[in-house]
T-cell receptor, first 115, second 109 residues
Framework: ETGVTQTPRHLVMGMTNKKSLKCEQHLGHNAMYWYKQSAKKPLELMFVYSLEERVENNSVPSRFSPECPNSSHLFLHLHTLQPEDSALYLC??????????????FGEGSRLTVL | GQNIDQPTEMTATEGAIVQINCTYQ??????LFWYQQHAGEAPTFLSY??LDGLEEKGRFSSFLSRSKGYSYLLLKELQMKDSASYLCAVVDSNYQLIWGAGTKLIIKP
């Protein structure tokens, strides 16, 4: 299996829907991340988990709700989203939280379109 | 504020050499990463520089000058598969990753 797997790869939802994005890593890493990638913009860090505990929440609107049930799985629950939330949502993992020396391993992303 | 600048798009010819620049203004510096991202795929790690100088890895090299707040990624003997976006990211004094918007590299035959 590949290192970091994200599902679904593509998602279209209305503003009143509730959906979830799933991320699974098979690398034995301790830290997991959610990033938002919009066209021609820098990656935006949304949430960081270390050993299943949330350690960072970068002023993300409450319509995004993360969940990390164990060190291998990470979810992003979505509800009442806005069209400007349409983007590629990338999950990543690293061995530990010290990303200043350790590389990030990314999934291929979930392309979200909000109508 | 913190800022990473890199060109939005570059075009190069197969077999040639291309240099992608990255300049940064950050609160402190604890290393610089380059990632490659093919369209519709995950970003993948290319290089990490924390000391000044050139790091060579096959056809790819990465250079860092901390005094100038500058890095570049050098790609030699370009191949069509090198068409991708190249992301520059700096680790600041709080050990946060600050990302550039990426450079889309188009390789022409």
């Amino acid at each position: 299996e590949t290192g970091v797997t994200q599902t679904p790869r593509h998602l279209v939802m209305g503003m009143t829907n509730k959906k979830s994005l799933k991320c699974e890593q098979h690398l034995g890493h301790n830290a997991m991340y959610w990033y938002k990638q919009s066209a021609k913009k820098p990656l935006e860090l949304m949430f960081v988990y270390s050993l299943e505990e949330r350690v960072e929440n970068n002023s993300v609107p409450s319509r995004f709700s993360p969940e990390c049930p164990n060190s291998s799985h990470l979810f992003l629950h979505l509800h009442t989203l806005q069209p400007e939330d349409s983007a590629l949502y990338l999950c990543a993992s690293s061995q530990d939280l010290d990303t200043h020396t350790g590389e990030l391993f990314f999934g291929e992303g979930s392309r979200l379109t909000v109508l | 504020g913190q800022n990473i600048d890199q060109p939005t798009e570059m075009t190069a010819t197969e077999g040639a050499i291309v240099q992608i620049n990255c300049t940064y203004q950050t609160s402190g510096f604890n290393g610089l990463f380059w990632y490659q991202q093919h369209a519709g795929e995950a970003p993948t790690f290319l290089s990490y520089n924390v000391l000044d100088g050139l790091e060579e890895k096959g056809r790819f090299s990465s250079f860092l000058s901390r005094s100038k707040g500058y890095s570049y990624l050098l790609l030699k003997e370009l191949q069509m598969k090198d068409s991708a976006s190249y992301l520059c990211a700096v680790v600041d004094s709080n050990y946060q990753l600050i990302w550039g918007a990426g450079t889309k590299l188009i390789i022409k035959p």
